[in-house]
């Protein structure tokens, strides 16, 4: 125990466990928005007050810091200093990786609410001088590294995140997976909870499955089977020992491979998806499991700027704590509203400038698209067809701002930047297209709040959630987008933004046309022609989707639905 830690021991607590927490934007310990998702999380709670503890990796050298040169993705290291953001706690505890013993320490960072509420969030850190220089760089890498450096990183967060809030007295409720990467914790509760069995003639440990499932609650993000965690059982064997039995972790994870997934849904009472849409698909992906829907939503006050953030004040009072309240904002005035937005899209342009991006003209619409450059995002589907767009844009004009990292191991990524770059090139004259780099949650503020349509375009049905939407809603900026994750519950036609693409099975070509129509024949058309009927459909984005598309009635849910089951 630590003293740091007395205003945080009077009542048992929730531990949310997540891979990545997107704590501020100075620290990256986040890649996108599985962290910011659990920053928001965090942050929510200290708002509510809830008796939360966040658990997490210090990851020293963060994700990576992108640079363009000539089109291309470069990436840096993101290098942070924990000691400058967060205090150093006395415990450690020692982990078996490999019939080795891994020393693991802890930093605590606070997150403060905006009524007195503070939530602890306990970075894991194997940077010691105790471990040998290989494990001292386990906890160094977000996502780095082979599969035998990932399976170590998960035995650190779940394995010793429930060892580390042991030795720091802290009393845990249950235990929340954000994502199958903490599923390892379930097998240190196992062994805690095993016992020897009493009756003549029975050998070996008997495991307490119910009492663990009625501590755990998992949630799922990944609607696609390759995108969780499996790994080899002669590795995950050499690397876990015998924390339960072979026979035992086959059972609960997979015969064929350590399923982290399966792991989590097997012991955990409350699994839930986050989105409705998701959650069926989950369903699918798992048939037997019940699986919840529980929407994600996004922190009010951290996704508001500043003109917003006044303009609510003024007329919204503790919106930041009852964001239900913004169902109120048609009451605001036209004028206000649209004065807001612009302060907003002036940051944007004067962010652009300093960049050495194009020079923007605040009076024509702004199309934003910012996302994770991976194929099924589709960021190339806007640039379908050039021709098209420039026929639109004589008539019609309007610019493009786009942002978005790739994985460094992930060369399709790669190469999407560079197309996008090229593209840019070829509509210049045309269509102004800016590409700002290092999108972080600085970045993200100012283009959320910023440009005038919001766009995403995933392949259906593999956009799990999405929130980058539920921001722009927040700041009065409809979506144009297609009707996947929680846009088919936030999307009215014409009321909170456009859809794109009618059908239940995802084509490029009907998908591109679809979105090139409605831009030509509704988006604009309503931008140029009718400034009532625009600031209407900015006012629907708030008190339709913002005001329910938020953490704290996300975190609202989770505490009645889950943690008090």
């Known amino acids: 125990m630590t003293a ?32 910011v998702l659990a920053g928001d999380t965090m942050r929510s709670a200290a708002d509510l007050d809830l008796p939360m503890v966040g658990v997490t990796l210090a990851s020293r050298a963060g994700y990576f810091r992108q640079e363009i040169v000539e089109g291309r993705q470069v990436e840096r290291p993101a290098f942070w200093q924990p000691q400058q953001w967060a205090q150093r706690l006395r415990a450690k505890v020692a982990l078996q990786i490999d019939a080795r013993e891994v020393w693991v320490g802890a930093w605590l960072y606070t997150v403060k609410g905006h009524r007195g509420g503070a939530v602890p969030v306990i970075l894991l ?31 650190v967060l779940g394995i010793g995140g429930v060892q580390m809030l042991g030795a720091l007295g802290l009393a845990i409720r249950k235990y929340h997976l954000n994502e199958g990467h903490a599923a390892l914790l379930t097998l ?27 501590r755990c609650v998992f949630t799922t993000h990944t609607p696609v089977e390759a995108g969780h965690d499996q790994f080899a059982y002669e590795l995950a064997d050499r690397l876990l020992g015998s924390i339960v039995d072979g026979a035992t972790l086959r059972k609960l994870a997979g015969e064929e491979r350590l399923n982290m997934t399966r792991l989590a849904l097997n012991l955990s009472e409350h699994v839930n998806g986050v989105a409705r849409r ?3 698909v989950s369903r699918r992906m798992y048939p037997g499991y019940e699986v919840h829907a529980v929407t994600n939503g996004v922190h009010p006050w951290s996704w508001a700027c500043d003109s917003f953030r006044r303009l609510y004040n003024a007329h919204l ?31 944007l342009l004067e962010r652009i400038g300093r960049r050495g991006g194009p020079a ?12 994770r450059m991976t194929e099924y995002k589709r960021a190339d589907l806007l640039f379908s067809d050039l021709d098209r767009l420039r026929a639109i844009a004589q008539r019609q004009p309007f610019q493009i701002v786009l942002a978005g990292k790739a994985h460094p191991h992930d060369a399709g990524g790669k190469e999407l930047i560079e197309r996008l770059h090229g593209w840019a090139r070829e509509l210049a004259g045309a269509v102004p297209v800016a590409f700002l780099a290092d999108y972080d949650m600085e970045l993200a503020r100012l283009l959320v709040s910023g440009v005038d349509v919001w766009l995403n375009l995933p392949l259906r049905p593999l956009e799990a959630s999405g929130t980058s939407g539920m921001k722009a809603a927040l700041n009065g900026v409809p979506s144009l987008s297609v009707p996947d994750g929680w846009w088919l519950e936030g999307w009215i036609e014409g009321v909170t933004g456009w859809a794109v693409g009618g059908g239940v099975d995802a084509d490029n070509a009907r998908d591109a046309a679809s979105l090139y129509d409605k831009l030509e024949q509704q988006v604009l058309p309503l931008y140029y022609g009718d400034r009532a009927g625009w600031t209407a459909v900015m006012k629907g984005a708030i008190t339709h989707n913002a005001s329910f598309f938020n953490s704290h009635r996300m975190m609202r849910r989770y505490v009645v639905e889950a943690y008090l089951r």
């Open 360 to 371: 923007l003209d605040a009076t024509l619409p702004l199309l934003g698209f910012a996302r």
């Open 188 to 214: 240190e509760l196992l062994r805690r909870l095993a016992y020897v069995p009493q009756e003549a003639g029975t050998a070996g440990l008997r495991y307490n499955v119910p009492a663990v499932r009625q």
């Open 317 to 347: 009072p503790r919106w930041c704590h009852e964001p239900e309240l913004l169902v109120r904002a048609d009451r605001i005035p036209d004028e206000a509203v649209r004065q807001a937005h612009a302060e907003a899209k002036g940051a």
């Open 4 to 35: 740091l830690l007395d205003p945080f021991i009077n009542e048992p607590r929730i531990a949310y466990f997540s891979m990545e927490i997107a704590l501020a934007n100075e620290i990256p310990t986040y890649s996108g928005g599985l962290g």
């Open 125 to 155: 850190d194997t940077d010691l001088p105790e471990n040998e220089a290989e494990d001292r760089e386990i906890t160094h890498y977000l996502y780095g590294g082979d599969e035998t450096y990932r399976l170590k990183q998960e035995m």
């Open 278 to 280: 998701h959650a069926e």
